[in-house]
């Protein structure tokens, strides 16, 4: 499970007058500074002893304070980089002072194009599933723990994101949400890909994809091929565009 969703799980079963919950909050809410912190540091902050702080990283899963210290670290660089991506590509601030022309010559007929029923439907999904597995290759990383941060801030139930062992596929219920994220569809290319996995999985299955391949509909339950109105590119070299206009899109969805 990732510390965002620990620690999430923490605030939504414990009350404001616990030290779990005090902990919780403070680690989720100063991930920057928490990598910085001694044991000794970090209890003073939460009010507590370095021996109960010991006790709930050890109930994390993590060996030493020393290896949880060093995901606080990595999840304080996660948040500056989506912070990062966020002002340069935000879509309310499309304007040459901070996004360069290369963007602005690309992106903006593919925003233009985007379905206002779209937006509303993926809306809806993250409403309506309180469990929701993100799927995507590494170029997709950024959208999917931009999500992820982003619902887990609303105190969402868990939002999972699924790298490589796609088996655990098999074990969700009716009850859970499954995302698929792909910009080029190698994501389904290979034995091990997600496809075989997705056909005996009994989540609601979404595709959200930059590219429209018919061939992939009999996977999920509802595919939506975000850009199919807009003009492609001649080639998918750059796939970096895809990874900044799903951005865009979710950020739409997230914020509409």
Same mark, same amino acid.
């Given at each position: ?67 949880? =210290? #060093?995901?606080?670290?990595?999840? *304080?660089?996660? +948040?500056?980089?989506?912070? @990062? ?6 879509? &309310? ?102 496809? =075989? #996995?997705?056909?005996?999985?009994? *989540?609601?299955? +979404?595709?959200?994809?930059? @590219? ?6 009999? &996977? ?37």
């Amino acid at each position: 499970m990732h510390l965002m969703d620990k620690l999430n799980q923490i605030i939504n079963e414990s009350t404001p007058d616990r030290m779990e919950y005090w902990f919780a909050d403070f680690v989720k809410s100063h991930f920057d500074q928490v990598g910085e912190m001694t044991i000794e540091d970090l209890a003073k902050s939460c009010q507590t002893s370095t021996s109960s702080i010991s006790r709930l990283i050890n109930q994390f899963g993590y060996e030493n304070y020393k290896s949880f =210290r #060093h995901d606080c670290a990595y999840n *304080a660089k996660a +948040l500056k980089q989506h912070m @990062i991506l966020s002002q340069d590509v935000c879509p &309310l601030h499309l304007a040459p002072e901070n996004i360069d022309h290369y963007f602005n010559q690309r992106l903006l007929p593919f925003l233009k194009a985007i379905q206002k029923k779209d937006i509303e439907f993926v809306r809806d999904v993250f409403d309506y599933y309180p469990k929701i597995y993100l799927i995507s290759m590494v170029s997709m990383n950024v959208v999917t723990q931009h999500i992820q941060l982003s619902l887990s801030y609303i105190h969402r139930e868990k939002v999972i994101i699924i790298v490589n062992d796609y088996n655990q596929l098999s074990s969700l219920s009716k009850k859970d949400c499954v995302i698929v994220f792909s910009n080029t569809g190698n994501i389904f290319k290979g034995e091990n890909r997600v496809g =075989r #996995h997705l056909l005996h999985c009994q *989540a609601y299955k +979404l595709l959200l994809s930059a @590219i429209d391949d018919p061939s992939l509909t009999h &996977l999920f339950n509802h595919c939506i091929p975000v850009f199919k109105n807009a003009a492609q590119p001649q080639s998918l070299a750059n796939s970096q565009i895809y990874v900044h206009l799903m951005f865009f899109f979710i950020e739409m969805v997230l914020t509409s």
